[in-house]
């Protein structure tokens, strides 16, 4: 049974940091794309980074150069570690695993949430003063 755990998340200032963390159990596969999505009241759930079994990592243009996804495969733990938080990043932050790869996901994306086949519980990041 594959589960996904979130930790972290939280309240924080503008300008401020957080780290997310995704502890991933019970697969083995190794063709996967792993990633973050987030949902904002309102608004569509949207693929925020995701990073493939085979190389490739995709980040949204709103995160780029603030936002940083990173793996322990010791750990089988996804990290997404979230620098000069702006309040439009608030938002249900989710990660997800789908199995199979992305071509060219730099420049694909992480695709549809659709696509995804496993999700963690979610974690809310609020950024405000």
């Known amino acids: 049974q594959v589960q996904l755990v979130q930790s972290g998340g939280g309240l924080v200032q503008p300008g401020g940091s957080l780290r997310l963390s995704c502890a991933a159990s019970?697969?083995?596969?190794?063709?996967?794309?792993i990633g973050w999505f987030r949902q904002a009241p309102g608004k569509e759930r949207e693929g925020v980074s995701c990073?493939?079994?085979?190389?490739?990592?995709y980040y949204a243009d709103s995160v780029k150069g603030r936002f940083t996804i990173s793996r322990d495969n010791a750990e089988n733990t996804l990290y997404l570690r979230m620098n000069s938080l702006k309040p439009e990043d608030t938002a249900v932050y989710y990660c997800?695993?789908?199995?199979?790869?992305?071509?060219?996901?730099?420049?694909?994306?992480?695709?549809?949430?659709?696509?995804?086949?496993?999700w963690g519980q979610g974690t809310q990041v609020t950024v405000s003063s």
């Open positions: 990073v493939s079994s085979h190389d490739g990592t």
């Open positions: 997800a695993i789908r199995f199979g790869i992305i071509k060219n996901i730099a420049t694909m994306g992480c695709r549809s949430r659709t696509e995804y086949d496993y």
């Open positions: 019970g697969f083995t596969l190794n063709y996967y794309v």
